[in-house]
Antibody
Framework: QMQLVQSGAEVTKPGASVKVSCKASANTFTSYYVHWVRQAPGQGLEWMGIINPSGGSTSFSQKFKGRVTMTRDTSTSTIYMELSSLTSEDTAVYYC???????????WGHGTMVTVSS | QSALTQPASVSGSPGQSITISCTGTSSDIGDYNYVSWYQQHPVKAPKLMIYDVSNRPSGVSNRFSGSKSGNTASLTISGLQTEDEADYYCSSYTSSSAQVFGTGTKVTVL
């Protein structure tokens, strides 16, 4: 079964950017859309956006438009999420998740902790 | 897009049944059968428990069931067990081609 392996924890400063990676283990990489979801400490899940690994098209939550970029590298089966102009409110665990045809998140990465602190 | 509304906490004794509600609008739950439910234990990634309102993925116990009426979806856990103690989130596809999650419910097994 496909697995999603994410990059390690990041500590960064306010105003900076962070780029998190999500590598798919299977060669079905281009067959499923991938979403990014974040969870601030002690808070709920928050949807950030989606990327089509096949064509690279993206769609973002209104909250993150202008601040988030999602890209993919088909040669390495890796999805990237970059968030800019970071503030302390962006401190969270960031998950990538594969979505089925009926919009259910069936496979999740292990999460990447991003800490924004001066 | 506002988060779907869930009760903050629900509790029950072992063996009992509990139901978690998830209220949205006619632009999400009310308009699509793309409602899913997730279980999350502390410091773990969420796990898919129900998809398409009432379907269980392979390997998920049949003690978990889902339903929907109008703008409200529900997750029922029957025969409550200690390992069911976790946070639960609903999610729905929306008319703006986005996804929205619920506020989350903490289930406590007494």
């Amino acid at each position: 079964q496909m697995q999603l392996v994410q990059s390690g924890a990041e500590v960064t400063k306010p105003g900076a950017s962070v780029k998190v990676s999500c590598k798919a283990s299977a060669n079905t990489f281009t067959s499923y859309y991938v979403h990014w979801v974040r969870q601030a400490p002690g808070q709920g899940l928050e949807w950030m956006g989606i990327i089509n690994p096949s064509g690279g098209s993206t769609s973002f939550s209104q909250k993150f438009k202008g601040r988030v970029t999602m890209t993919r590298d088909t040669s390495t089966s890796t999805i990237y999420m970059e968030l800019s102009s970071l503030t302390s409110e962006d401190t969270a665990v960031y998950y990538c998740a594969r979505v089925t045809a009926t919009r259910a998140f069936d496979i999740w990465g292990h999460g990447t902790m991003v800490t924004v602190s001066s | 897009q506002s988060a779907l509304t869930q009760p903050a906490s629900v509790s029950g004794s072992p063996g009992q049944s509990i139901t978690i509600s998830c209220t949205g609008t006619s632009s999400d739950i009310g308009d699509y059968n793309y409602v899913s439910w997730y279980q999350q234990h502390p410091v773990k990634a969420p796990k898919l428990m129900i998809y398409d309102v009432s379907n269980r993925p392979s390997g998920v116990s049949n003690r978990f069931s889902g339903s929907k009426s109008g703008n409200t979806a529900s997750l029922t856990i029957s025969g409550l067990q200690t390992e069911d103690e976790a946070d639960y989130y609903c999610s729905s596809y929306t008319s703006s081609s986005a996804q929205v999650f619920g506020t989350g419910t903490k289930v406590t097994v007494l």
